[in-house]
């Protein structure tokens, strides 16, 4: 059976910080998303309120 080499870190380096750039921009899209779900809910909230009064 052979040892499994281990490759050199500076492999690894580049495409982890790719993945995070990615992920982070994920992160940003769905914190917007989150911003834009919120103000929806409240201008239909805001909406219904003046409706009932």
């Known amino acids: ?21 990615v992920r982070i921009s994920w992160d940003m899209l769905a914190r ?6 919120d103000a929806c809910s409240a201008f239909s909230t805001a909406f219904m309120i003046s409706v009932m009064s």
């Open 1 to 21: 059976m052979r040892p499994i080499s281990s490759a050199p870190s500076a492999i690894f380096v580049m495409p982890m910080m790719a993945f995070i750039g």
């Open 32 to 37: 917007k998303s989150d911003f834009a779900w």
